[in-house]
Nanobody
Framework: QVQVVQSGGGLVQPGGSLTLSCSAS????????MAWYRQAPGKYRHSVAE???????TYPDAVRGRFTISRDNAKNTVVLQMNDLKPEDTAVYYC???????????WGQGAQVTVSE
């Protein structure tokens, strides 16, 4: 059974930084795309960073240059480094992983990130 466990999050002032970490385990096949999504109150969940097995990354304009995603394929971990945080970055952040050789994907438990004075 695949498990996805997140750590990190919390309250930070505007301009500050936070790091989110995620560890996936229990797969026979490993994981292809790993990503971070966020969902603000009353809004849809959407991707803020994606990384493929070979390290290709994708960011939306809203976070490009401020957020950095990285992964360790040997450990099946993915990290989101968030810098220069803004109040509009406030949301629940979710780790997402695609399992290789299957049609399955899995979510972490979510972590609240609040950017406020």
């Amino acid at each position: 059974q695949v498990q996805v466990v997140q750590s990190g999050g919390g309250l930070v002032q505007p301009g500050g930084s936070l790091t989110l970490s995620c560890s996936a385990s229990g797969s026979m096949y490993g994981f292809t795309t790993m990503a971070w999504y966020r969902q603000a109150p009353g809004k849809y969940r959407h991707s803020v960073a994606e990384i493929t097995q070979i390290g290709r990354t994708t960011y939306p304009d809203a976070v490009r240059g401020r957020f950095t995603i990285s992964r360790d394929n040997a450990k099946n971990t993915v990290v989101l480094q968030m810098n220069d945080l803004k109040p509009e970055d406030t949301a629940v952040y979710y780790c997402y992983v695609d399992e290789s050789n299957t049609d399955k994907h899995y979510w972490g438990q979510g972590a609240q990130v609040t950017v406020s004075e």
